[in-house]
């Protein structure tokens, strides 16, 4: 069975940090994409950053270039998203998702991911 689950969520003012965790679990594929994604109320869920192993590549949503890191470590089966200089457009809830494989260019796309975790929530607030 696969579980992603979020964490590191919370409220915080404009200009600081969060950093969101995401543990996997029973992921039948080590070579991935691992995806941030993030949805605000009455908006498309969109995506924040991507990691795809089998591609040795991030990518990066414009809006959080610069201010976002992926990461991942591989031992803990964890993938971390720090979030700097936090603007209150960030808020949103961010999710996070796999799959074995995304086309190039479709990395930050929600459609080819299979995988998706039930969400943390961060808010800035200005």
């Known amino acids: 069975q696969v579980q992603l689950v979020e964490s590191g969520g919370g409220s915080v003012q404009a200009g600081g940090s969060l950093r969101l965790s995401c543990a996997a679990s029973g992921l039948p594929y080590s070579s991935k994409c691992m995806g941030w994604f993030r949805q605000a109320p009455g908006k498309e869920r969109e995506g924040v950053a991507a990691?795809?192993?089998?591609?040795?590549?991030?990518l990066y949503a414009d809006s959080v270039k610069g201010r976002f890191t992926i990461s991942q470590d591989n031992a803990k089966n964890t993938v971390y998203l720090q979030m700097n200089s936090l603007k209150p457009e960030d808020t949103a809830m961010y999710y996070c998702a796999a799959v074995a494989y995304a086309p190039r260019g479709r990395e930050l796309a929600p459609a080819p991911y299979k995988y998706w975790g039930q969400g943390t929530q961060v808010t800035v607030s200005s």
């Open positions: 990691l795809c192993t089998f591609r040795g590549s991030t």
